[in-house]
């Protein structure tokens, strides 16, 4: 069995932030693999966080069982959500996939890797501080820095602030087109990664 994390913030004002692309990449999966009256989330308190369970059919090979999970822990503490849905299930760390923002991205990039270093991001930190692991994958989705394009000199203190309230801005008006395609190729990236293996959706979508 699998275990496929989306990561973001719950509440009606986060929903379209740039920290919350991993929940909607999960989406975008799972109404991709079924019907959207289909699609049905359950509130697990348990757990603390929105529970789904598929059953993946590849064309060769034996059926995989994946369940998704969008925590409802906010970021900073995805990994208590993590750690409680591998435990009960007895998912290894290598089967844990963790779909999140990556601000050292460019808009619309895509990085499938396994483990590394948090990079800094807090939601992938907490998971790997639960997990007492970096051995998990991660699919990275890159949505921009607010200092990309920019050589001004900022304090550490003030490079920090500024980054924090980006990723919990929303997408601008001329990034939609992006962030539209970023989220359907995420989602073709996963099928791959379950239907061909990790190695082959590296090849394919991993941003050169």
Known sequence: ???????????????????????????????????????IWEDSRKFRADIAKIEWKPLHGEITKVALAKPKTYMNNSGLAVHSISQYLNIPISDIWVVHDDVDLPLGSIRIRTG?????????????????SEKFVRFRLGVGHPHRASNTHISKKSFVKDVDEFVLSPFSASEKGKVKDLIKRASKAMQMALEDGLIPAMNKYNTK
């Open 116 to 132: 590394g270093s948090s990079g800094g991001h807090k939601g992938v930190q907490s998971v790997m501080d639960q997990l007492k």
């Open 1 to 39: 069995m699998k275990l496929i994390v989306g990561l973001g913030n719950i509440g009606q004002e986060y929903e379209s932030t740039r920290h919350n692309v991993g929940f909607m990449v999960l989406e975008q999966f799972y109404k991709d693999f079924q019907t959207v009256e289909k699609t």
